[in-house]
């Protein structure tokens, strides 16, 4: 079975920066594109960003777009988010998931792990 375990947040002021690490088990990874989400209190998980299994293309939601950097290490079978200039509107849990994308929207292909919180504090 599928195990995705997200780990790097905390709380931040606005301005800095944090940077989540997923590591999944349970499947190697190296061939599927992978992805991060969020989701705000109340609201919906959206998509954040995304990686090709090489690494070589990357995809961003607007509202990250400059600030966030997505990587990966598929001898780690891990997956990386790299966020700066944070801004309170950040504030959400953080999952990790394999990811395909279907008529243009974005969705995990597996179970979510338990996500990781990021608080940004103005």
């Known amino acids: 079975q599928v195990q995705l375990v997200e780990s790097g947040g905390g709380l931040v002021q606005a301005g800095g920066s944090l940077r989540l690490s997923c590591a999944a088990s349970?499947?190697?990874?190296?061939?599927?594109?992978l992805g991060w989400f969020r989701q705000a209190p109340g609201k919906e998980r959206n998509f954040v960003a995304a990686i090709s299994w090489s690494g070589h293309n990357t995809y961003y939601a607007d509202s990250v777009n400059g600030r966030f950097t997505i990587s990966r290490d598929n001898a780690k079978n891990t997956v990386y988010l790299q966020m700066n200039s944070l801004k309170p509107e950040d504030t959400a849990v953080y999952y990790c998931?394999?990811?395909?994308?279907?008529?243009?929207?974005?969705?995990?292909?597996?179970?979510w792990g338990k996500g990781t919180l990021v608080t940004v504090s103005s």
């Open positions: 349970g499947r190697t990874f190296s061939s599927y594109r």
């Open positions: 998931n394999a990811v395909r994308r279907e008529a243009g929207t974005w969705d995990g292909m597996d179970s």
